[in-house]
Each structure stands twice: as C-alpha cells, then as structure tokens.
T-cell receptor, first 112, second 111 residues
Framework: EAGVVQSPRYKIIEKKQPVAFWCNPISGHNTLYWYLQNLGQGPELLIRYENEEAVDDSQLPKDRFSAERLKGVDSTLKIQPAELGDSAVYLC??????????FGPGTRLTVL | GNSVTQMEGPVTLSEEAFLTINCTYTATGYPSLFWYVQYPGEGLQLLLKATKADDKGSNKGFEATYRKETTSFHLEKGSVQVSDSAVYFCALSSGYSTLTFGKGTMLLVSP
C-alpha cells in the first residue's frame, strides 16, 4: 500500500515569490492534515480537512497561506507571497477518521 | 492549552546501552499519548501509543507507560542499536484528532 505522497521534496525560492505544495493521502483516508515543522521543533498543525471541509484552520496564516482539497482527495497548500520566515518543512498526514495519522516525507522549503 | 515537554538532545549512547527519553505533558481532560520517530529524510512514523492511564505502549523493544499522576510518558528501551538513531517526538491528542508535539529529541547511537 502506498503511503502519503508529497511533492516536491525540496523547493528553493526567492522571497515574495509564490509556492505550492501537493499532497496525495493514503487511499480511503478521509482526514488530511498539513503541519509546519520548523528546524529543531515539533510539527504544528496548520489545517485539518475532513473530506472536502476544512474543519480546523485556526492556525493557518490566512493573509498569505491558502489550502484546498478538491473532491476530498488530493490537497494543495499555497504560500503567496513567501517570506524568509516560511523556510521550514511542510508535512502532510492522513488518517481514517480520527485514527492513527500517517505522515508523508515532507517538503523542505528554503526562502532566500 | 495542551503542551508537551521533552528532554533536550542530542542523547548520545553506545550500542546496547539503556535509553530513557523523558516526556511530560499538560492537557485538559484525558489525552491519548504517542511517541513518533523520524529517521533521516523520512516522515514521522508512529512508534507506540497509550490511550488511558496506566496503559503501556510497546513496539520494537521500546516501551512507555501513561502516568497520569506525574503527567509523564517516558520512552525506554533496554538495549539500543545503531539503527535506532533518529529523532523521537512525544505527542498528545485530546478531544479531536489534532496532535500536539514536543520539540523532539535526537538520539545518536554509536557502535
């Protein structure tokens, strides 16, 4: 069974540029999460989807971050414009309802 | 709010040594507790979990006991291997499924 797939694995951009990350969850998993992991820190939740609905986006900086999960499967997280402080690893995870979360390998973003 | 505190790393051990990584938490209600492991270049993997007080989670020789009276969930292993070198995260979940993580503890095991 394939795990959570994320792309790209690495991304380097200049500040003020837009960037997007893509996540394909495990087949059949209705809940999808995006986490932000700063260097030397644990992951912090940005947004949680149940099917197509964002049920918890309280930690998502909505002035520059947006996310979507069309058709309740794949998801895209976007930053526009990126700032130097956005350099981090962006993790996607999925679960069946509120059971164990399975994490993807993450996208490492570097903003120059 | 919820929070998790882990001992700072790196923890450096020789192969076959005993491992303890301390974890304490603050939470409302009765959270579930987890240990995740992150190997270099990989995503987080669930190592073990406990859902109620006095439960012991175990996997791959690792153990942790949910201690409500001390709000702790310390990770232990009797004999570490080089392949255990990774970053270990303690986490909790209360109410809904959102996980709150500690900062992580790096473990380095030398031959």
């Amino acid at each position: 069974e394939a795990g959570v797939v994320q792309s790209p694995r690495y991304k380097i951009i200049e500040k003020k540029q837009p960037v997007a990350f893509w996540c394909n969850p495990i087949s059949g998993h209705n809940t999808l999460y995006w986490y932000l992991q700063n260097l030397g820190q644990g992951p912090e939740l940005l947004i949680r989807y149940e099917n197509e609905e964002a049920v918890d986006d309280s930690q998502l900086p909505k002035d520059r971050f947006s996310a979507e999960r069309l058709k309740g499967v794949d998801s895209t997280l976007k930053i526009q414009p990126a700032e130097l402080g956005d350099s981090a690893v962006y993790l996607c995870a999925s679960s069946l309802d509120t059971n164990e979360q399975f994490f993807g390998p993450g996208t490492r973003l570097t903003v120059l | 709010g919820n929070s998790v505190t882990q001992m700072e790393g790196p923890v450096t051990l020789s192969e076959e040594a005993f491992l303890t990584i301390n974890c304490t938490y603050t939470a409302t209600g009765y959270p579930s507790l987890f240990w995740y492991v992150q190997y270099p270049g990989e995503g987080l993997q669930l190592l073990l979990k406990a859902t109620k007080a006095d439960d012991k989670g175990s996997n791959k020789g690792f153990e942790a006991t949910y201690r409500k009276e001390t709000t702790s969930f310390h990770l232990e292993k009797g004999s570490v291997q080089v392949s255990d070198s990774a970053v270990y995260f303690c986490a909790l979940s209360s109410g809904y499924s959102t996980l709150t993580f500690g900062k992580g503890t790096m473990l380095l095991v030398s031959p």
